[in-house]
């Protein structure tokens, strides 16, 4: 579904992505994570086809997104920002209208558009359906946001920061949808945000972009595996409290009660959280590009 090579992109003197290299599979959800600055939106732009590379070989469902085609582009789905220019519509009018467009593109697997009364209830805005755009709070367009990303039913969606600015309970049904869609195996996904929690509920596999280049790439698992000592093993024996890091809880727990038995008690594992990970990783790199700085931390 996306197939990313050795991208680069420089902006006038400056190189902000160098050698960005990933795949995903059909059916997948990827989240990108990395600092501010680190490239997410530029790569997710050059993905969309709304920014020029400088350099590598991108293909996304097949085809060379500077030259994606009306076609193509009834396939892809996109979360901008926000859709302010649209301020005296109301919401199942703009989905209605939007929706028609990609009538011409349905097919016998997938029939477009999305039903907007379907749509509409699916990112929990029904009671908003006749409301002006301009009406809505800035969760309520969020929502409607992801609803013109998906309308067109697409076999590929990219969302920048979807969940930035939604309550609680938002961020949960769209969470709900995240997992709705790729599901059924027929959206692949690949969203951005800052927020670990949200990145380990849906991700099926994560990508850790620091400083425009990829540091990591794999399942929440894989990365904490990355780090040395990523768990904490705490127990207490003959009266006494230990602790122990470790990269191999599960292999550790079970070598201490072959050594020590029922000796072992009060047994406790942490195991390391995606922000442990996200956060040893980043520094890791951070101190790999510039040492003193890395030590001096
Ligand atoms: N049009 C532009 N011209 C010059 N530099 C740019 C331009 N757009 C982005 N940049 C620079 O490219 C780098 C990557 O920006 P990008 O917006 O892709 O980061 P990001 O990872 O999405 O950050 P955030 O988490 O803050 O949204 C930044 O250093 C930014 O200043």
Do not use: C
């Not at 595996?225 to 768990?231: K, L, M, S, T």
């Amino acid at each position: 579904m996306l197939d990313v090579d050795g991208l680069r992109m420089r902006y006038g003197a400056t190189d902000v992505l160098h050698d960005v290299t990933f795949q995903a599979r059909q059916g997948e959800v990827l989240v990108l994570l990395g600092p501010n600055g680190a490239g997410k939106t530029t790569t997710i732009e050059i993905l969309e086809g709304f920014r020029m590379r400088s350099d590598g070989r991108v293909e996304v469902l097949g085809t060379d997104p500077a030259h994606g085609d009306e076609r193509w582009r009834a396939r892809v789905g996109v979360v901008l920002q926000s859709w302010r220019d649209h301020a005296k519509w109301r919401v199942r009018q703009l989905l209605e209208y939007l929706g028609s467009y990609y009538a011409d593109y349905s097919t016998a697997r997938v029939e477009r558009p999305w039903d907007a009364d379907e749509l509409i209830a699916a990112v929990g805005l029904t009671e908003h359906a006749d409301k002006q755009i301009k009406m809505l709070s800035g969760g309520q367009r969020r929502r409607l946001d992801v609803a013109i990303g998906v309308v067109g039913r697409p076999e590929l969606l990219f969302l920048d920061e979807p969940t930035a600015g939604l309550d609680p309970q938002a961020r949960r049904e769209f969470h709900d949808l995240v997992v709705r869609l790729a599901e059924e195996g027929a959206t692949t996904i690949l969203l951005t945000t800052h927020d670990l929690d949200e990145a380990e509920k849906l991700a099926d596999r994560i990508l850790i972009l620091n400083g425009g280049r990829i540091i990591a790439d794999g399942t929440a698992e894989e990365l904490a595996h990355q780090i040395v000592g990523a768990d904490e093993v705490r127990w207490t024996r003959d009266g006494r409290r230990f602790v122990q890091s470790t990269g191999e809880s599960t292999r550790f727990v079970f070598d201490l009660f072959r050594q020590y038995g029922e000796t072992v008690t009060d047994l406790e594992v942490r195991r390391a959280s995606l922000e442990d990970t996200y956060l040893a990783l980043v520094r890791q790199a951070e101190a790999a590009a510039s040492p003193l700085e890395g030590a001096a931390r």
